[in-house]
């Protein structure tokens, strides 16, 4: 029977012709799944969450070079601010390029760091990320409204608001949410 439709349907027509219904048949069968599924994906990717590549060791012990993390976007969009602790992928003001810091003092704090300890409205802050304090000092500085002040968890190591001031919050690109990689490290980011 399928053979008798399909000469029926093809039989007068020739084996070139029936080659090229066959491959635009195929052409726009991927075509039409192709295309959405690439629009879904970019979509995710853009405004829902993104996998990222941790550059540099700024975020030691926490996360380290080359380790693929999953920066959810939505939730500074739509639901809340950051907030104290939080690990953000910021758009380094003058460079242009990506940062993973994590959020220690908000808008209208007064912070400051000396010997790379964090102080907030003059009281020291108990950071339970860092294990390598240190660094390059900052002094008292009230966060603008809608800024955040960011450091890196190995402080000796990390290029943070100390050399470049609190980070305006629109230049948040969403928060580090997820190690994907490596495998030993899969899990909440602490």
């Known amino acids: 029977m399928i053979t008798r ?11 070139a012709s ?10 726009r069968t991927a075509t039409r799944t192709a295309l959405p599924a690439v629009l879904v994906a970019l979509f995710l990717n853009v405004f829902v969450a993104q996998v990222m590549v941790v550059q540099g060791s700024s975020m030691k012990p926490n996360l380290s070079r080359n380790h693929r993390v ?10 809340h601010g950051p907030r104290r602790g939080d690990v953000v992928v910021v758009d380094s003001p003058g460079e242009g390029t990506l940062l993973v ?5 908000l808008p209208g704090e007064i912070v400051a760091v000396r010997s790379g300890r964090v102080f907030i409205n003059g009281q020291p802050f108990e950071d339970p990320w860092t294990i390598r304090p240190g660094g390059m000092d900052y002094p008292p500085t009230r966060v603008p409204a809608r800024h955040v002040f960011v450091l890196g968890d190995n402080r000796q190591e990390s290029r943070d608001s100390r050399f470049f001031g609190p980070v305006p919050a629109d230049r948040i690109g969403g928060q580090v949410r997820f190690a994907l990689w490596p495998l030993s490290r899969i899990g909440p980011i602490p």
Do not use: D, T
């Open 5 to 15: 439709g399909y000469a029926a349907l093809h039989g007068n027509i020739p084996a």
């Open 18 to 27: 029936r080659s090229g219904y066959f491959q635009s048949h195929v052409l």
């Open 70 to 79: 999953i920066v959810e976007k939505v939730i500074y969009r739509f639901v």
């Open 101 to 105: 810091k994590r959020v220690m003092a």
